[in-house]
């Protein structure tokens, strides 16, 4: 069923991309054909939108999204190193999979956060195109590298800890509950342990 298509005069409505068989692009808004280069446009002015199959009605944002990713990606400039992707693709089917992606999701949220009111501190200071707003932005981007990889390691190093104090909580837990439990051929506990070492002496 096809979703309803998004009225023009209202300036927050859902703006609605239709996408047909021949692999083209309808934006309703402007009643013309786009290309997947418009929608990385949306994208970038934050625009809300959304990706139908014309036919069925499908959502099909994130199969454009990927697709403009992707190019990305084969543009020289990559984001993904290949042990990062190597990484994302063992997530899938993992029993850790729901929690990868919410991990990802906060981090590049907090990231953009941060970017967002440095740069909207710049411009209270200086302008919008005031020199010393865009040199002192620049020096920033800089430094940014470093000061963002370092605060990241120690948020992963953090992480690890934590991880690895749940692991040795599940493995207690694991232990306590299958320490009074006995299973033909195997010792039942510490208690039948010692028994027998005093019945031998």
Excluded: C
């Excluded at 959304?50 to 697709?67: C, E, M, P, Y």
């Amino acid at each position: 069923m096809a979703l309803p298509e998004a009225k023009p005069d209202s300036p927050h409505a859902m703006r609605l991309i239709k996408k047909y068989p021949n692999r083209r692009l309808y934006d309703t808004k402007t009643s013309s054909y786009i290309t997947l280069a418009d929608v990385k446009q949306m994208v970038l002015k934050q625009e809300d939108f959304q990706v139908v199959d014309a036919k069925s009605g499908d959502d099909l944002t994130r199969q454009i999204l990927l697709q403009i990713i992707l190019e990305e990606e084969s543009a020289g400039m990559p984001l993904f190193s290949s042990d990062l992707l190597s990484h994302l693709i063992r997530s899938y089917g993992n029993a850790m999979q729901g929690m990868m992606g919410s991990y990802l999701e906060r981090n590049i949220r907090a990231f953009q956060d941060i970017q967002k009111a440095l740069q909207d501190q710049s411009q209270r200071m200086y302008g919008d195109n005031s020199r010393a707003s865009q040199d002192l932005w620049a020096q920033f981007m800089n430094l940014q590298g470093p000061a963002m990889q370092s605060l990241m390691q120690a948020y992963m190093e953090q992480s690890q800890k934590v991880f690895s104090q749940f692991q040795e909580q599940m493995q207690s837990q694991a232990r306590n509950m299958f320490s009074g439990l006995s299973f033909p051929g195997f010792p039942s506990g510490g208690k039948d342990k010692d028994k027998s070492e005093s019945d031998k002496s």
